[in-house]
């Protein structure tokens, strides 16, 4: 298996630190509830979802290719 990138090596983190069996152990498939989160939260970004007031700055706050980028590495590992 080959390492992740920063980013999504601390989403994989947070996704097992906050299991309910406690930040020792990991679930399977935290890479794939994490991907499918980071997966929504941009497609609640998207132009279409963001008022028109906001368009011109959404993207200095977050780029959901970035998202979606961590997702799909978190997917394919």
């Not at 980071?38 to 609640?44: G, H, I, N």
């Not at 959901?64 to 980028?69: F, N, P, S």
């Amino acid at each position: 298996m080959t390492e992740l990138s920063s980013p999504a090596q601390a989403v994989l983190d947070a996704a097992n630190n906050v299991s309910s069996y406690g930040p020792d152990d990991c679930l399977n498939e935290s890479r794939w509830i994490a991907a499918a989160a980071l997966r929504a939260a941009a497609d609640q970004l998207s132009y279409s979802n963001v008022p028109e007031e906001f368009v011109d700055i959404r993207s200095f706050v977050i780029d959901t290719d970035d998202l979606l980028a961590i997702a799909a590495e978190l997917e394919t590992q």
